[in-house]
């Protein structure tokens, strides 16, 4: 293989991989400079001048001449007058010989050698190049579209053909994707894996919940409104704090578009998951009661070490409160960075009551399911009756029955 060959083919793959002219002619000199040192032991006297474009490598050894029997003769930038005038009979001790090295001179093997060393060089370079793009999107949202789908990952490819992965538990739990699908999702992290970048994307993270409102709200792109904190459960719920520093904007009815128009395509990107956008304030009294929506606060207790919140309700209210799954309330303790404890506010017995599926965090559902069988719906209908009406009256065990009946009465002690 001669040089125009070599550098020719270089120049080539080097375009394909998109690495730029100084880079690549970097690249060749480096890996002559190598060889040089190997069958010279240094390149500290050649210069090496490269055309990438036409194809054309020159390399050039400088030596000064001196006496045959001088003790300099063995340094590398040396050269007897003998040998000297082998090369050129009429040369003189002092006069510097310019001698030309070719690229046959190094050997085949050799030669090969630095073939495979310069697209080993551009791959690793192109995953370098790879590796600061990505780490510089890190929070940016990017599409991609699903090639292979994993059981522990789904492998996309980038537009200009990188592969990136979504693992599964950075995916929505309702994600379903197929091939072909175009996905977005957030630069999560990028990590070298084998000496190679591996571009980790997420669904699940509250920061893609955040990008997805700069784009569809204009005035959070803007700046205009700042989203203050995002809390999700990914495919199920969220909570977003958003303010406004311009009091003609209403941060809340502009997130949400009219009619819902803006927050709808970010819902159906989330898969239906349940967005509630609230004011941010720093009143806590009032944050809190923000954050616990729908629900309605009756009073607020806040612990003196502040880490704590008692919330009052009324019963009809605490279901909504808790939410399902308790989610409503762990979302809201996350979002106001305190831990929320929820207590029914009653009056007496004889006046109030509470239904029973306000018991659902401790009486299991199929029990309750049973009790409404026959009429039972609020905890008063249950505690009119005896444990032996009871027991004749539903498909429900002694044991079971008594641990109702505990329950319920505690409520109204």
């Not at 091939?179 to 893609?208: E, H, W, Y």
């Not at 009756?298 to 808790?322: G, H, M, N």
Request: proline share 2%; hydrophobic share 40%; net charge negative.
């Amino acid at each position: 293989m001669n040089a125009s060959v070599l550098i020719e083919s270089f120049a080539d793959f080097a375009k394909q991989k998109n690495i730029d002219r100084p880079t690549m002619i970097r690249i060749l000199e480096d890996v002559f400079r190598t060889m040089i040192k190997r069958k010279f032991e240094t390149d500290e006297n050649f210069d090496i001048i490269i055309n990438a474009d036409k194809g054309d490598l020159e390399i050039w050894r400088f030596r000064e001449i001196v006496d045959d029997n001088s003790e300099d003769i063995w340094d590398h930038d040396k050269i007897s007058l003998s040998e000297a005038q082998k090369i050129e009979p009429d040369f003189e001790i002092g006069e510097e010989v310019a001698e030309e090295i070719t690229l046959e001179d190094f050997g085949r093997r050799a030669v090969m050698t630095a073939r495979q060393t310069l697209i080993q060089r551009v791959k690793d370079l192109e995953k370098d190049i790879l590796f600061e793009k990505y780490k510089d999107l890190v929070g940016e949202i990017i599409t991609g579209e699903v090639y292979q789908i994993l059981s522990r990952e789904v492998l996309l490819i980038d537009a200009e053909g990188n592969e990136i992965s979504i693992p599964k538990n950075e995916q929505i739990h309702k994600d379903r994707f197929r091939k072909g699908d175009q996905v977005r999702a957030i630069v999560d992290r990028v990590d070298m894996f084998n000496g190679s970048p591996k571009i980790i994307l997420s669904r699940t993270s509250p920061i893609f919940l955040e990008r997805l409102f700069e784009s569809e709200v204009p005035e959070v792109y803007d700046g205009l409104i700042t989203i203050k904190k995002v809390v999700r459960e990914p495919g199920e719920r969220a909570k977003v704090a958003v303010e406004s520093y311009d009091d003609r904007i209403d941060p809340v009815g502009a997130c949400v578009g009219m009619k819902g128009s803006r927050i709808h395509s970010i819902v159906r990107e989330l898969q239906n998951e349940n967005i509630d956008v609230i004011n941010f304030t720093d009143n806590m009294d009032l944050y809190i009661t923000r954050a616990l929506s729908p629900a309605k606060i009756s009073s607020i207790k806040i612990a003196e070490d502040e880490d704590r919140v008692s919330v009052f309700l009324k019963p009809d209210q605490v279901s909504l409160a808790i939410g399902k799954g308790g989610q409503n309330i762990k979302l809201a303790s996350r979002l106001v960075g305190k831990e929320i404890d929820v207590f029914r506010e009653l009056g007496e017995y004889d006046e109030e009551d509470v239904d029973l599926d306000e018991f659902g965090d401790e009486i299991e559902s199929w029990v309750i399911d049973e009790l409404k069988r026959i009429g039972l719906d609020t905890a008063k209908s249950v505690l009119t009756l005896t444990k032996e009406e009871l027991e004749r009256r539903t498909d429900l065990e002694e044991e079971t029955i008594d641990n109702v009946l505990r329950i319920l009465k505690q409520e109204f002690e």
